[in-house]
Every structure is written in C-alpha cells, then in structure tokens.
Nanobody, 120 residues
Framework: QVQLAESGGGSVQAGGSLRLSCAAS????????MGWFRQAPGKEREGVVT???????NYSDSVKGRFTISKDAAKNTLYLQMSSLKPEDTAVYYC??????????????WGKGTLVTVSS
C-alpha cells in the first residue's frame, strides 16, 4: 500500500522560507513521476512542480525561481524548498506520485497535505 506523508508546513512571514518533506512508502520503484500540488482556500488544486523519473522538472510560473524540488531516492523522500514566500503561497500543499516514469500519465497517489500560511 502506497503512503505519502507530508511534513514541514507552518506559518511564516512574507519573504521567509520553508522546506516541505514527503516520505513515501510502499512504492515498488523510485522511478516514478512525483510532484507537489497546492490548494488555496476557495480555490481549486493546482500544480506547483513535478519531477519525472529522469529528473526533468516542470514548475508553475508562479513559483519559478523561488521553489526548488528535489528527491532523495535512498530515503524515498521528496522535498520542496520554498523561498521568498508570498501571502498568495498560502495553501495546503500535497505530495503526489504516479505509477509511471513520465508525468504525462498523471498522479495515482496523494498525501493528506500540510498547511503553509504566509503572513504579510
């Protein structure tokens, strides 16, 4: 059974930084597309960044240059380093993984999310 557990959320002032972690268990391979998504209050969930099995990343324009995705295959952990945070980054952040190497196949498993609140 695949499980994803996010951690690292919290409250921070605008301009600050946070690092989110996503511990994955039950995966039969580390060579899957993984990503971070977020859902702000009253809005639909949106993609933040994905990384495929070959290390290719795809950032949303709203976070490009401020957020960095990385993963530690040995620890089965995905990270999201967030810097220069803005109030509009406030959202519940979700980790997700697919079952294939390319992200075009979509996500199959989701974590429960971690709340990030950025105050002005």
């Amino acid at each position: 059974q695949v499980q994803l557990a996010e951690s690292g959320g919290g409250s921070v002032q605008a301009g600050g930084s946070l690092r989110l972690s996503c511990a994955a268990s039950g995966l039969t391979s580390s060579r899957y597309c993984m990503g971070w998504f977020r859902q702000a209050p009253g809005k639909e969930r949106e993609g933040v960044v994905t990384i495929n099995a070959y290390g290719r990343t795809n950032y949303s324009d709203s976070v490009k240059g401020r957020f960095t995705i990385s993963k530690d295959a040995a620890k089965n952990t995905l990270y999201l380093q967030m810097s220069s945070l803005k109030p509009e980054d406030t959202a519940v952040y979700y980790c997700a993984t697919g079952r294939r190497d390319y992200c075009a196949y979509g996500m199959a498993y989701w974590g429960k999310g971690t709340l990030v609140t950025v105050s002005s």
